[in-house]
């Protein structure tokens, strides 16, 4: 039967926390939940109990992650590598974020190449660049954020380098 109410404080964590619900009253066994619908950017959440004693609880941090789509096509061959045109949207828009171009090799990551996201709408951004590959492999691309956002990954894609 106590007052609970959920705090947010979104990044880069300058406001400080504000309520964002209603106060809510526990149950007899002291559960409760807040439903959240949308999560724009990372955010520190918290839920205070403000009758005496005040408590407040441990912060929970909740990212919000770039989705990241990959396109490739083969533009050119050469003797023993090819060039590939790696390409695809990001969303929400992280207009001038890194995006690398990464190979797995040794049960690891590897980044090959990079290049600069580019505005394309209020809701997505694009990036386009040409990678010469020497060997065949799984690649992907990643999209690394400024903080406001966690970075994401897209999918895997295998290329196939002809001898």
């Known amino acids: 039967g106590r007052d609970v109410v959920l705090q947010a404080n979104p990044f880069p964590y300058t406001q400080g ?13 002291g559960n409760f939940s807040f439903p959240v619908l949308s999560v724009p950017v990372t955010t520190q959440f918290r839920v205070l109990m403000p009758q005496r004693p005040e408590i407040t609880s441990p912060i929970v941090v909740v990212g919000t992650a770039l989705q990241v789509t990959t396109r490739t096509q083969k533009v050119d061959r050469h003797r023993r590598s090819v060039s590939v045109r790696f390409r695809g949207d990001i969303r929400p828009a992280a207009a001038g974020v890194r995006v690398d171009i990464q190979r797995w090799f040794n049960s690891t990551w590897n980044t090959i190449a990079h290049t600069r996201s580019k505005h394309v709408s209020s809701s997505r951004s694009s990036y386009n660049t040409r990678v010469r590959l ?18 994401g990954a897209g999918r895997e894609v295998k290329i196939r380098i002809r001898r």
Do not use: E, I, K, P
Request: avoid cysteine; charged fraction near 15%; hydrophobic fraction near 40%.
């Open 17 to 29: 926390f504000l309520n964002v619900t209603n106060f809510q009253v526990t149950d007899a066994a």
């Open 134 to 151: 020497r060997h065949t492999g799984r690649y992907r691309v990643v999209a690394n954020s400024d903080g406001a956002l966690v970075s």
